[in-house]
């Protein structure tokens, strides 16, 4: 982490947009940007996971790489990427949110995700004690908005579901909040370019 990088972080709306980046696409950014707007948040972080643990490591390019990718999408100060897992010593999303807010006491906190991770939530270590601590913001995708919102994380959620307005209101409720920011869907995926650029490798490598 570049020292000073993360300005002003005190009483800050920051949007945790959290993911590895394997590259960064256009659909990060979309994301970032819908996420600043609907949210009002000051900065998004681009949170370069040192290992998602629900991937295989297999296939996975170097933090470095991956951290260098998610650089060229940073915007002026608003939009910042960082590695700031790695220096926490964390992968777990619970670990990481406890940390951050010893670190940045008065900062307020939104969990980024796409529709696909909400499907995936009941998955990760300690979801329901993340979603009840962690204001989360979900971003529609391509094939997962429908399933995501009739999946077991949003049945679970169904009654601290709020527009993306209101969303950052209730500062002492006994339960965060969580919405569906209303955005199009981007149909961008780091599988994908991953996909098209082994294609396009093993095309070189044929020759004509
Ligand atoms: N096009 C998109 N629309 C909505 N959310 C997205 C999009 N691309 C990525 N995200 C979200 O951004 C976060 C980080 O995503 P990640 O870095 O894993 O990219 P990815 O394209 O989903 O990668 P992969 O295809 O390798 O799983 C996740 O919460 C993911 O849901
Ligand atoms: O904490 C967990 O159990 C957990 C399980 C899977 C994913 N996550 C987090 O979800 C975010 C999105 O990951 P990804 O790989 O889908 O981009 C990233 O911050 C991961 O660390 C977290």
Known sequence: MRPGRFGDSRARRIGLLGGSFNPAHAGHLHVARMALRALRLDQLWLMVSPGNPLKPVAGMAPLGERLASARRLEEGG???????ERSLGTRYTADTLRLLRRRFRRARFVFVIGADNLCQLPRWKGWRRIARGTTLAVLPRPGFTRRALAGQAAAALRRHRRAPGALLAER???????????????AASATAIRAARAGSDTGERRGP
Request: aromatic letters at 10%; hydrophobic letters at 55%; charged letters at 20%.
């Open 78 to 84: 608003r939009i910042i990427a960082t590695d700031i």
């Open 172 to 186: 002492f409720a006994p339960h965060a909040a969580w919405c569906l920011v209303p955005a199009r869907e981007h």
